[in-house]
């Protein structure tokens, strides 16, 4: 799939309804605006190919709590995937075909390939962006929770809001409203908010404008994207564009709590675009 024929794709989805957006498909495709040799079915396969083989392990067992710890115990013991805390920030844990090759990546990749191999399997799992921290929730049985970053263990309420605690290094309140879980395209919203992170970190500012292109298509509301726009097109040297985002953001009606630095930016942009 050649990368503009991905975007294209990948552009559609953020207008497609919730019901028709396939998450694993959804995810590789977002791989192949960065990789445009990228073979989607092929990838499709392997992830077949892990339902099969967990699928010899669960057998004719239905017990959730049963299907789930076996799942883990495939994924996390016997193939070895893994947190990626070494490198949290490298953009290939975000993209789905190199956590299935490397079986390295960050809680809401280990998350997707949680749930979709769950879903081949019949086990209804669903992601949860809590604070700071992506765990998956089963879909039936309350309370069961797994945290995929780290090996698949089984979570309590009370260790969910730790994780929140200790992801964002602040006295977070808890919330039971944080264990909700999400539809699919906030799923991959947060895998592209992730994508944006890393290239910004490594100030890679042609990608992550990309990135920020397509969170403000599936969600227009949000309007720090276009303050963070804003601030991508300065870098870029795209004057006009960045003015466009920064005076939309100040616009909102939503309160914004960074309106002086935003309007200090602007007359710097100003004065630049005059010289």
Same mark, same amino acid.
């Given at each position: 799939?050649?990368?503009?024929?991905?975007?294209?794709?990948?552009?559609?989805?953020?207008?497609? /309804?919730?019901?028709?957006?396939?998450? @694993?498909?959804?995810?590789?495709?977002?791989?192949?605006?960065?990789?445009?040799?990228?073979?989607?079915?092929?990838?499709?396969?392997?992830?077949?190919?892990?339902?099969?083989? %967990?699928?010899?392990?669960?057998? &004719?067992?239905? &017990?959730?709590?049963?299907?789930?710890?076996?799942?883990?115990?495939?994924?996390?013991?016997?193939?070895?995937?893994?947190?990626? @805390?070494?490198?949290?920030?490298?953009?290939?844990?975000?993209?789905?075909?190199?956590?299935?090759?490397?079986?390295?990546?960050?809680?809401?990749?280990?998350?997707?390939?949680?749930?979709?191999?769950?879903?081949?399997?019949?086990? /209804?799992?669903?992601?949860?962006?809590?604070?700071?921290?992506?765990?998956?929730?089963?879909?039936?049985?309350?309370?069961?929770?797994? @945290? /995929?970053?780290?090996? #698949?263990?089984?979570?309590?309420?009370?260790?969910?809001?730790?994780?929140?605690?200790?992801?964002? $290094?602040?006295?977070? /309140?808890? &919330?039971?409203?944080?264990?909700?879980?999400?539809?699919?395209?906030?799923?991959? %919203?947060?895998?592209?908010?992730?994508?944006?992170?890393?290239?910004?970190?490594? $100030?890679?500012?042609?990608?992550?404008?990309?990135?920020?292109?397509?969170?403000?298509? %599936?969600?227009?509301?949000?309007?720090?994207?276009?303050?963070?726009? #804003?601030?991508?097109?300065?870098?870029? !040297?795209?004057?006009?564009?960045?003015?466009?985002?920064?005076?939309?953001?100040? %616009?909102?009606?939503?309160?914004?709590?960074?309106?002086?630095?935003?309007? @200090?930016?602007?007359?710097?942009?100003? !004065?630049?675009?005059?010289?």
């Amino acid at each position: 799939m050649e990368s503009e024929e991905a975007w294209r794709q990948f552009a559609a989805i953020a207008r497609s /309804p919730e019901e028709d957006i396939d998450l @694993d498909w959804a995810a590789l495709v977002l791989a192949a605006t960065e990789y445009p040799e990228l073979d989607v079915d092929h990838e499709l396969a392997v992830l077949d190919s892990l339902a099969a083989g %967990a699928a010899r392990r669960v057998g &004719d067992q239905r &017990d959730p709590l049963f299907c789930v710890n076996t799942l883990s115990e495939y994924l996390f013991d016997e193939l070895g995937f893994r947190g990626n @805390d070494e490198d949290y920030y490298d953009p290939r844990n975000s993209f789905l075909n190199d956590v299935l090759a490397r079986r390295l990546g960050i809680p809401i990749t280990l998350s997707l390939i949680y749930v979709e191999t769950g879903r081949r399997l019949g086990v /209804p799992l669903d992601g949860v962006g809590m604070p700071g921290h992506f765990i998956v929730s089963h879909r039936v049985v309350e309370d069961l929770f797994v @945290d /995929p970053f780290h090996g #698949g263990i089984l979570l309590t309420e009370q260790e969910c809001a730790d994780l929140v605690r200790q992801a964002t $290094q602040a006295d977070v /309140p808890w &919330d039971r409203r944080y264990l909700a879980p999400i539809g699919n395209r906030e799923f991959i %919203a947060r895998m592209v908010r992730n994508l944006k992170g890393a290239y910004m970190e490594r $100030q890679d500012h042609s990608r992550a404008l990309r990135m920020i292109d397509w969170l403000l298509a %599936a969600q227009p509301e949000a309007v720090e994207e276009r303050r963070d726009r #804003g601030i991508v097109s300065y870098r870029l !040297g795209n004057y006009s564009e960045a003015l466009d985002d920064l005076r939309t953001y100040l %616009a909102s009606p939503s309160r914004v709590g960074d309106a002086e630095a935003v309007r @200090d930016l602007i007359a710097r942009i100003e !004065g630049r675009a005059s010289d």
